[in-house]
């Protein structure tokens, strides 16, 4: 079931609600993408209630600003109030991570359980960024050459969604069927926010080209 969340400046955040059980609520990554879990929903449908939903300026959200850490926690708390949640199970996922950590720092009362999965880290100077490039590049393996041709030029959209394909391949364990995931999750293509990027700063160069961070 598609929910309407006002944010308290008015902007319109889609949220999706499934299942039936205990809440859990689940953050994406980016900045900038739109919720990819409609899978994990799925699997988790008779065992949870699960909230989905896309974060300010992203996807099936209005596109308004402000983006920043601060206002990504008010618009999550207005999710988790909208949806009918007292208290809740946190799941985020890369910047998804990052957002869910600090909403639990600053609402621990309203959260139940942490999920971290593949987040950026606590302290963004300890510098993972250059490891994950490395390893990036080696999983691209023969894609390798066409995604830095991408990532050197201004691109179209199309470009942009072929780049973070891409990308997003690097990310699956079967390299085998590592295109046709990332596909899916581009499909359809809602389009990357490069301003909601900003909401986390470390994470801004990364982001720009469209990566899931």
């Known amino acids: 079931m598609d929910l309407q969340v006002r944010a308290d400046d008015g902007c319109r955040l889609w949220a999706n609600s499934t299942g039936d059980g205990d809440p859990l609520v689940l ?12 899978d994990v929903a799925e699997l988790l ?9 896309d ?17 990504s926690i008010a618009d999550l708390d ?21 957002l869910a950590l600090r909403y639990a720092i600053e609402h621990p009362d309203r959260v139940s359980h942490l999920i971290y999965v593949s987040g950026t880290g606590v302290d963004p100077e ?24 991408l990532s050197a030029r201004t691109r179209t959209p199309a470009e942009d969604r072929e780049w973070a394909v891409l990308q997003w391949s690097a990310d699956f364990a079967d390299g085998s069927a590592a295109l046709r995931h990332a ?3 581009a499909t359809p293509w809602l389009g990357i926010n490069y301003d909601g990027a900003l909401t986390a700063r470390p ?7 469209g990566g899931n961070a």
Not at 45 to 53: I, M, S
Not at 78 to 98: D, I
């Open 55 to 71: 974060q300010r300026g992203c996807g099936r959200s209005e596109l308004c600003g402000p983006y920043s850490v601060a206002r």
């Open 183 to 185: 596909e899916r999750m």
């Open 126 to 149: 300890r510098g993972w960024h250059p490891h994950y490039e490395r390893n990036l590049r080696l999983r691209l393996g023969n894609r390798l050459g066409r995604w830095e041709a």
């Open 27 to 38: 953050c994406h990554g980016g900045p900038g993408l739109w919720d990819y879990f409609d």
């Open 45 to 53: 449908r008779g065992t949870a209630r699960v909230v989905r939903w």
């Open 78 to 98: 207005a999710v988790r109030e909208q949806s009918s949640v007292a208290r809740m199970a946190l799941l985020g996922h890369s910047w998804g991570a990052h």
């Open 203 to 209: 994470l801004v160069a990364q982001s720009r080209r």
